[in-house]
């Protein structure tokens, strides 16, 4: 079975700009969530989805937003990108299980400097 | 404010020694309590996980051991390898299914 895949996998943009990443979890998965990784803050949930609908947000600004489509493939999009948003941003796959697992399967992570 | 703690930062141990990491949290409805291993450049893999109504679970070498009442759980590395060098997170998950990540502990095993 195919892990979950990322694309892409590093990115530069320019202060201003926007980019949207993103995220193919694996076959038969439904939630997706996105994580933000930084050397000082850790990793920093972003947002969950879960049969195109958005279950859960993080204490992330609005300029942070997701989508998931139909086939479970989710997009992050990050709008008037500051500095402070270089990170690796991680996307995480889960069948959701009921019963307290909820075991997660991580992509690789995009890498995105932003200058 | 850090919902999951984890200690130490780093830590540096003999191959074949044990490598102890800890993690404390005051949310007493996390439900699932799951340990990652990250390598340079790549996703955080999941190690092994353990319920709020088990007190230890173990996984070949890897040993999650929980105390509810003192609200910490820790990880065990049996007869630490020099391929077991790399960055270690622990997390809870609330019932909302978000999950808290503690800070990572970069653990280096010397042969």
């Known amino acids: 079975k195919a892990g979950v895949t990322q694309t892409p996998r590093y990115l530069i943009k320019t202060r201003g700009q926007q980019v949207t990443l993103s995220c193919s979890p694996i076959?038969?998965?439904?939630?997706v969530s996105w994580y933000q990784q930084t050397p000082g803050q850790g990793l920093q949930f972003l947002f969950e989805?879960?049969?195109?609908?958005?279950?859960n947000k993080g204490n992330f600004p609005g300029r942070f937003s997701g989508r998931q489509f139909s086939n479970s493939r989710s997009e992050m999009n990050v709008s008037t990108l500051e500095l402070g948003d270089s990170a690796l941003y991680l996307c995480?796959?889960?069948?959701?299980?009921?019963?307290?697992?909820?075991?997660?399967?991580f992509g690789p992570g995009t890498r995105l400097t932003v200058t | 404010q850090q919902q999951v703690k984890q200690s130490p930062q780093s830590l540096i141990v003999q191959k074949g020694g044990i490598s102890i990491i800890n993690c404390a949290y005051e949310?007493?409805?996390?439900?699932?309590f799951p340990w990652y291993q990250q390598f340079p450049g790549k996703g955080p893999a999941l190690l092994i996980a353990?319920?709020?109504?088990?007190s230890e679970k173990k996984e070949g070498r890897f040993t999650i051991s929980f105390n509810k009442s003192a609200k910490q759980f820790s990880l065990h590395i049996m007869d630490s390898q020099p391929g077991d060098s790399a960055t270690y997170f622990c997390?809870?998950?609330?019932?909302?299914?978000?999950?808290?990540f503690g800070t990572g502990t970069s653990l280096t095993v010397i042969p």
């Open positions: 989805y879960f049969s195109e609908t958005q279950r």
């Open positions: 997390a809870a998950k609330s019932p909302g299914n978000q999950f808290y």
């Open positions: 353990i319920r709020p109504d088990v």
């Open positions: 949310n007493t409805a996390f439900d699932y």
């Open positions: 076959s038969g998965h439904r939630s």
């Open positions: 995480a796959s889960s069948l959701a299980t009921s019963g307290g697992s909820y075991e997660q399967y």
